[in-house]
């Protein structure tokens, strides 16, 4: 069981290594401007690096629900490869958010893009198997038939 | 050993998708307000719209946990109903908070009680397959019997 | 299957329960500090309570998944035990943040410490296990031997 999940589970720690990164970046930030928790407004340089660690948080757990239902019902590979290009823009989001606010913003909707693509991928996945579940309709196979 | 879960990817993929609608109403309601990031406070209509995607986002990776333990462990069926029964009052409650923060309230305790339920089925569910694995004691076909 | 995962999957649920208890503290202190939503600023006592449940529920997904890493690549009961661990150091971080902003210093360390053990435990697992899977290097036969 473990080698159709071991690319998925390996992209899931490297994400958590880049949310431990980014958390780290805020207690630096903290410390930099001196502003002690529970605290969390202060001068725009330290509200970008904290709004830039609180929207990747918020989208960790989308991320990681994608990320399994598409290398589960779809491609393994493909979607651990589509993970990692989601979290070198979500890197490239958080060094840029840090520079200054509009340099977020190609990242961002290259990193949502990202997400979109494995929303597509994880629903076909899904839909498939449905379909070939319920209706005994194999697509696929119709496909390279 | 997809089959025992391709109900609740079914349901992960639509409560991701409604995130996403929540995350874009941010968007706009960012837009028509004129606040930009990082900035997160505004006039009240504001406020709500984004307390409401937060309260939701927070309460997402709750969901997810509770939804896949009580499919896995008790019935997969009976989760991905309440798992949909939950997506529908989050989304209520997203377009009463929107309205005023009073008309947030019912669907905010329905959903808080659709979770208990998932929470119990699923406490329910591990604790037989302990009580199975270790004592050998099977609960169901005693009930059953 | 489920034999491999029952002692995680009661870990999660017990997490779920813990991040109830902490949102039910925030409802609680809305109410004692009459500080009613959208609001999420008032006085320091309802501040630190308000934002040691978000901070709590911004490392719920870090750790959950990486919970399920460790458990699923390495050793489920050494998972599941540093997962308790974790909850517990969770609860002291969250009474004494609620006590005063340097009670939370000693709890936060040591949670961060075994989310840290969690994290190599799961780095190490997945790389025995592609070692294995693509070199056909066992590594824990070898120690063994």
């Known amino acids: 069981m473990l080698d159709q999940i071991h690319w998925l589970a390996a992209v899931t720690v490297l994400g958590v290594l880049e949310q ?20 969390t407004s202060g001068p725009p340089e330290f509200e970008r690096i904290f709004r830039a660690q609180v ?12 990320l399994w239902q598409a290398g589960l019902f779809f491609h393994q590979g493909l979607a651990a490869a589509l993970g990692l290009l989601y ?20 990242p961002i909707y290259f990193s949502a893009g990202v997400l ?4 597509a991928v994880s629903a076909l996945g899904i839909l498939c198997f449905f379909l070939s579940h319920y209706v005994g309709l194999n697509i696929f196979q119709r496909l390279t038939a």
């Open 20 to 39: 431990a990164y980014f958390l780290l970046q805020v207690i630096y930030a903290r410390r930099l401007f001196g502003i002690s928790p529970p605290k």
């Open 55 to 66: 929207n990747s948080s918020e989208y960790f757990p989308i991320f990681l629900a994608v």
């Open 87 to 106: 979290l070198y823009a979500r890197y490239c989001y958080f060094m840029g958010y840090k520079a200054s606010s509009s340099e977020r913003l190609a």
């Open 116 to 119: 979109w693509i494995l929303i």
